[in-house]
């Protein structure tokens, strides 16, 4: 019963929402132009379908490019800080430096580097940088927070130090690594989306370019339509990835039990 109201209490708001909307639209008259309404925009959703769902084929696959990139490099980068606290305060600052920078400030130089005729892997490579450091962040904490009595045990009975990072480091930090991953999957489509924004050319064949191209024929409605997917789409990539996280978790660790 929990579980069936925590899925109808949400759609049941978005439900009023909407309604709302669609009545406020009507009754003040607010032009199309200005905010369309709710049914305006399902009927520019379905007369643009096609476009739209390329578009989001498109945006979800840069996505997820950039995504794994930056999941590989964080986890090994993080395992290489966990065995060298050397290596570590030489390069987390650089990381650091790089987080911080906006994305949008180094979209433009990327894209100059790469070159507009490769424009997906300049945006995979952007939304890479954008997901990494949450992903090796949360890795890093995971892999040094793994309880000592459990790594002196293993060192005990005979335990070389790869086979405790295997079987001892890693395992302890897959629900912080999971929480990394959650976080980095839905800020790499922000990433991505503002690499299209930042592209500013027909070159560009995502979601993000479908709402500047809309924007500028103030075909509005499928602006709204196409901005709708972008949120869906940050949705069900957390979604997935909250589902990963239950499904290798939900076991033995506590967060998952309790869930449950």
Known sequence: MKRVLDILLPLAVAALLLGAWQ????????????????????????????SLMTALANTLIITLEGFAGALIAAVALAVLFSQSRLVERTLYPYAVILQVTPVVAIAPLILIWVGFEHITIALSLIAGII???????????????TDFNLIDLSRLYGASRWQILWKVQLPSSLPSL?????????????????????AGSGTATGLAWRIVESGNRLEIATLFAAL??????GVLIFAGLSL?????????HESALTSA
């Open 244 to 252: 990963l996280e239950w499904l290798l978790l939900r076991r033995w």
């Open 23 to 50: 009545w406020a639209v009507s009754h003040y008259a607010v032009p199309a132009y200005v905010l369309p309404a709710p049914s305006a925009i399902a009927r520019a959703f379905a007369a643009n379908f096609s």
């Open 131 to 145: 997901a990494f450091f949450p992903i090796l962040s949360s890795a890093t904490q995971g892999l040094k927070s």
């Open 228 to 233: 709708a997917l972008l949120a869906l789409t």
């Open 178 to 198: 999971l929480t990394g991953m959650k976080v980095g999957g839905v800020i790499a489509l922000i990433g991505e989306v503002t690499a299209e924004f930042a």
